[in-house]
């Protein structure tokens, strides 16, 4: 028994090691247009959550007076609170920058370039009158 699980386990090994790996797809617009948005998204949150820290930290109360620092100003029982919140302000709002980075490159790999099929409207002749019908064209968009 212990000779036939071991064979089964070199077996997968040896079938791992030796089988292909198929290449992966390249993506194409919509992939990059998801990515897009998505990372728009995830950008605009984070803005809007350092807009909420930094309107928190500046309406937070002082609170009770608790001594003189260095150089005779005043400190407060809420300093550090409101000191955090800055932080965490500044972070969450220099995060979002790559995210707004990222999401313009990926929109325009997407709008690089495309092929398309789509129907066409020409003008032609028909029964001694000019008439419009379609036509499937291919369409070649090259940004540049």
Do not use: H
Request: charged share 20%.
């Amino acid at each position: 028994m212990k000779k036939l699980v071991c064979l089964i386990l070199l077996a997968s090994i040896g079938l791992n090691a030796f089988s292909q790996v198929l290449p992966a797809p390249e993506p194409v617009k919509t992939d990059y247009l998801k990515k897009s948005k998505k990372k728009k998204k995830i950008g605009f949150i984070l803005l809007s959550a350092s807009a909420a820290l930094f309107v928190t930290c500046f309406v937070l109360p002082e609170g009770e007076f608790e001594r003189f620092g260095p150089y005779l100003i005043p400190e407060y029982s809420n300093d550090d609170t409101r000191a955090a919140l800055f932080v965490a302000a500044t972070a969450t709002g220099l995060a979002s920058i790559p995210f707004f980075i990222s999401a313009g490159k990926n929109r325009r790999k997407a709008l690089k370039s495309t092929v398309s099929l789509k129907m066409e409207r020409t003008a032609g002749m028909q029964y001694n009158a000019f008439a419009g019908r379609s036509q499937p064209a291919l369409s070649l968009k090259i940004a540049l």
